[in-house]
Structures are given as C-alpha cells and as structure tokens.
C-alpha cells in the first residue's frame, strides 16, 4: 500500500493542490500534542500548593504527576492499533473530548485519590490523541523532505509542551488557584476538535486486524506495576517484599507481553520493527532524552521554589530558557541530521544532555539561579536535538499502512521515558533526602507524625519548621533544604551516567543515514 493509499479520498487530492489546508492540519495537530505535552510538566510548579491544600506527600506528588503518564504510556499502543482499524481521525476526536472532561475534574478535585484518579482519566484521552497526530501528520506529509520537516515542527511542539509548562502554570497561579492549571486544556481541546472536523483527513489502514485487548491490558499492567515499585521504594524500602515483587511481577508480564505478540494473529507491537536498528536505537534514544528533561524539570520546579525561594510565576521564568532553547534548536535539527547523519546529531545531542546533568548536581544550598542557568541551556540544546531526528529516524522506518502502530510505539517510548524520569529521578532523590534528614533528626525528640511530614517532602519539612519557629524552625529549614540538595545532587549524577552510556549505545548501533529514499 502505499503511503497516500490509507488517506481518506475525499480529503486526498484537497491537501495536496491546498498547502494552506496542510498546513492548518499541521497547526491542529500540534496544537492537540501541546497542551498533552504540557500537562506532563505544568503540573510541577502547582505541586508546592497542592502540598499545602492536600497535604500531598513526595510520593503522592509522584503519583499525580505519573498517574497520567502511566495510563497515557499503557494504553498509547492500543490506541495506535485501534486507530489503524477504525480511522485515525475518530480517535483523535474521541481523544480530545476525554482529555478535555479529565481535566476539568482534576481541576476540581479535593482530595489526592480524586485528583490521581482525574489524572489518570486524562491519560486515556492523552493516549488516544498522542499517535492519532503523527499518524495522521505522516500520511498528510508523504515525500520525506516534507515528513522530516513537519516532524520536526511535531517534535518540537512536544518538546515545548515539556519545557513551556512550568511558566503556564505559573502566570496561572500568580493568578488563579492550583486547579486553573488544568482548567485551561478544555477551550484549547475544544478549539483544536472544532478546526479538526473541519481540515483534518481521515485514514487508516483497510486491512488493519481488530486491536489486540490482551495486549492492551499487559502493556498498561506492565508499566504500571514497575512504576509503582519504582515510586514507592524510597518509602516501604527498595528490598521490601512487596516493591520486589511488583519489580519482578512487571519483569514477568512485559515478558508474557512479548510472548503473547510474537504468537498473536493482530499483534499490539510489531515486534519485527525492533530489528531495524534504525527504528529500535532511535527509539531508546528518544525515551532517554525525554526521562533526562522530564526527571529534571520535576526536580527544578520544587528545587526553585522550595530551596531558592522563587514564587510559582518567577520559577516558570527561570525554566524558560530551556523552553526557548529546545524550540529553536528543534525547528532545525532535522534538517542538521540530513547533512550530517543522525548519528552524529543525536549522539551530540546526548553527550550534551549528560554535561548539563553533570553541571546540575555541582548546585549546593549556596549555588544561585545564574550558577545552575549553563546547565539548564545545554539540557536545552541536548533535548531539541534529540527529539526530532529520533522520531524521523522510527516513522521513516515504519510503512505507512501501520502509521498508527508506528506512531504510538514511538509516543510510548516519549511517555515511559517522561514517567520513568519522574519516578527514577524522584525516588532517587527521595531515598537521599530521607537518609540525611533522618540524620539531622537524631538526638532530637520529634513526634512520630511530625517526623513522617518531615521525611514526606522538603515542603512538609519547610511546613514544619515555619509552625516551630526559632532558632529550632531555621535549623530544621536548612537541613531540609541541604538534604533536599543532596538528594537532587546523587539523582542528576545517576542520570547523568545513565545517558552517558546511552550514548555510547547510540554511537555504536545507530545508522547513521536513512536507506535511499526513506
């Protein structure tokens, strides 16, 4: 089949005489990745409120920020195949309208269950919209000048979504409570639906099998199941019966999942995909990047408010330069890998990921916003380079009939990569943090309740010490935040290891250019 051949007729022969309808297609796709990109990190600068109206631990806070990725990265397969079955464009709209009702209930949630189950709500939407958009953007874009081009705008954009959230949501809590943060999807997700009934085509592939449900269940079940154990460990402890167990039980049914596809008549995953080092190595890549910004940006947020002082608006102004930085870097790295190979750029763009990790765990109680701002441009620069020739590099791979089984792996992998940057980067801080304030509170006799909200979250901690006051109040604050530093020191260094190595995979397994004409 050929790659025009799953367009819908009728809207066919209209965008490719219309580049204005192309390109308002293009707008509306973008647009819809955005505000599901956004709401992976406008959230982190709400969580300091949220502690304080919810009493969230650092664990819940975990959880409300994962919960929607959890169910996003899950179910994104099962919706990519469900797409290709009966039609990309249905999907997207469906998508659109959950994401929209999931977030109005989680801006109106009272409570931390209410609000990661809202949360996760929303993630059913997230992934029913996330491979629906590049599904549809690579059969609207065929010649592969134009795909890598319009990609790169895409990648961008879900870039942007990640880097640009902390400032949204701190103009809106400069202005409206906690919940606008989430209010502010519906208008955005009931515009990008009106425009997209109107110039967005729809497509799919004829002879696409029914979606495969078991895998559907796995993969989510799966995922689930490792985060959990990864999130919870620093509070029930890393050896504790039930984190094993929920590691090995994770362990055991991606491998059942795997077993399940390789036998399956309508397989989830196209497992013969992964041979193509051009698709799996690019594919890593792109999850890696994605858990270094996303782990980082959720440490930043509390890191600039908590430990610098800065309000929910000046933290999101300070966050921006990487969001500016990813854009610009973004918009042209695609064409950079056409000239000089995707390799080159994407292990480049790693090594500098790696360095701003590097630079970021040198920060100390002392260190200013200046101090910590070199690291946070090459984070920048490491991640827009990064993010669009990966995702050329997978959907050049992939035959246009399965766009959307293409689409939603390469979406899985920026969702895992975003959830897994939060819980490994969160957790490792947290088991930091809570081994050095235990220390600081030895030879002091703390009430047990008390004790738990110090060792919950630096907030909790700063909450404490504000009701103690004193000469007692201020020791308290400055071991909390000299824990909290530690904490983030030993989890940015670890990161920074793990794409370190990473980039050496990549410059040993990755092609270096797409085959002739791809």
């Not at 984190?243 to 999942?257: H, M």
């Not at 390469?410 to 490994?424: D, H, K, M, R, Y």
């Not at 700063?462 to 020791?475: C, I």
Request: glycine fraction near 12%; proline fraction near 3%.
């Amino acid at each position: 089949m050929s790659r025009t051949g799953s367009l819908t007729r009728h809207h066919e022969g209209d965008l490719e005489s219309n580049r204005g309808s192309r390109r308002l297609v293009l707008f509306v796709l973008s647009l819809s990745v955005l505000i599901i990109n956004l709401d992976g990190t406008i959230l982190n600068v709400a969580l300091p409120s949220i502690v304080r109206d919810l009493h969230a631990t650092s664990s819940q806070l975990q959880w409300i920020v994962d919960a929607y990725v959890i169910v996003l990265a899950g179910l994104l397969l099962a919706a990519g195949s469900l797409g290709d079955h009966v039609g990309r464009k249905r999907v997207f709209l469906v998508g659109l309208g959950v994401f929209a009702l999931g977030s109005a209930l989680s801006a109106f949630s009272g409570s931390t269950s209410s609000l990661v189950a809202a949360r996760a709500f929303m993630g059913v939407g997230g992934a029913a919209v996330m491979p629906s958009t590049l599904s549809i953007l690579t059969n609207v874009f065929t010649a592969p000048h134009d795909r890598a081009r319009a990609i790169g705008i895409w990648s961008g954009t879900n870039g942007l979504g990640l880097a640009l959230g902390p400032l949204v949501g701190g103009w809106l809590l400069a202005h409206y409570w906690w919940g606008s943060v989430f209010l502010i999807n519906v208008p955005i997700a009931l515009v990008a639906a009106v425009i997209a009934v109107i110039v967005v085509p729809d497509s799919k592939n004829v002879d696409a099998a029914a979606p495969d449900y078991v895998g559907a269940i796995a993969s989510l079940v799966g995922v689930a199941l490792l985060l959990w154990g990864i999130i919870e460990a620093p509070a029930k402890g890393w050896l504790s019966p039930s984190i094993v167990l929920a590691i090995l039980g994770a362990v055991a049914v991606v491998g059942g999942l795997v077993w399940w596809e390789r036998r399956s008549t309508h397989p989830l995953i196209e497992l013969s995909f992964f041979r193509l080092r051009r698709f799996s190595v690019a594919m890593g890549g792109l999850g890696l990047a994605v858990f270094a910004l996303a782990g980082t940006m959720f440490l930043l947020t509390q890191y600039l408010q908590f430990s610098l002082g800065y309000s929910a608006f000046a933290t999101g102004l300070r966050i921006t330069p990487i969001a500016v930085v990813l854009i610009v870097v973004a918009a042209f790295s695609t064409t950079l890998a056409r000239y000089a190979g995707t390799k080159i750029v994407v292990v480049a763009a790693m090594v500098l990921i790696a360095l701003g990790l590097q630079l970021l765990s040198a920060v100390n109680v002392h260190t200013t916003y200046t101090g910590a701002l070199p690291a946070f441009f090459l984070l920048g620069i490491g991640s827009g380079l990064a993010i669009a020739p990966c995702t050329d590099s997978v959907m050049g791979s992939v035959p246009a009939e399965l766009a959307g089984v293409g689409s939603a792996t390469n979406s899985t992998a920026l969702q895992i990569g975003s959830a897994l940057g939060v819980a490994v980067i969160g957790s490792l801080l947290n088991t930091r943090y809570q081994s050095r304030i235990d220390l600081a509170l030895v030879g002091h006799a703390v009430p047990s309740q008390v004790a738990a909200l110090i060792r919950s979250s630096l907030g909790g901690a700063l909450a404490v010490a504000q009701r103690t006051g004193g000469d007692a109040g201020l020791q308290l604050a400055a071991a909390a935040r000299q824990s909290f530093v530690a904490g983030l020191d030993f989890a940015v260094d670890v990161a920074a290891a793990i794409v370190g190595v990473a980039a050496l995979i990549v410059a040993a397994l990755l092609p270096s250019r797409a085959p002739q004409g791809k």
